[in-house]
């Protein structure tokens, strides 16, 4: 499945960095950081690549050197939640209810291509990243559905690629 995921976008072109021999210490220790050790297919995918970007550079898929802050991005792995924590400052219940969101909440994809930042988020439960959806400014609240689980989100690629949203 990565396989063939990692061919549509080469396909689209999209710019694919790395031999694809998977880091899997490096991949295992930042799925492990985020909680999601039960969900070998996110930590088999984090590891495949340097990087996953569009030919623009302003869509890109977050793997382990984005996680661990290796990749040179300007664009921090966390920042969209990092600008949430910095507009809630003040507000003590405001800043509360977005640590709660993201406490359980992981970035999948980032997108910067039309001067708003929108990304992909899935949830993580029992070690899973399930319920993926987009989120965008200024709310970054579930705004549309993508995908149960990363197996899904992953074969959804295609039609997530050529949605309006993107």
Do not use: H
């Amino acid at each position: 499945m990565i396989s063939a995921t990692i061919q549509r976008l080469a396909a689209k072109g999209w710019k694919i960095v790395g031999d694809g021999v998977a880091d899997s210490q490096k991949a295992s220790r930042v799925a492990k950081l985020l909680g999601c050790v039960n969900d070998e297919l996110f930590t088999e995918w984090i590891g495949c690549r340097q990087s996953i970007q569009n030919n623009n550079d302003t869509i890109w898929f977050l793997l382990s050197q984005s996680y661990l802050g290796e990749d040179g991005s300007a664009f921090p792995w966390d920042f969209i939640r990092r600008l949430e924590l910095e507009a809630a400052e003040g507000y003590d219940d405001l800043q509360a209810e977005t640590r709660d969101y993201w406490a359980t909440r992981i970035p999948v994809l980032l997108d910067v291509s039309d001067g708003c930042y929108k990304a992909i988020v899935a949830s993580v439960e029992n070690g899973k990243l399930v319920r993926f959806q987009w989120i965008s400014a200024p709310e970054f609240r579930g705004e549309g559905f993508v995908a149960n689980d990363f197996e899904d989100f992953l074969s959804r690629v295609p039609q997530i690629l050529s949605s309006s949203v993107l």
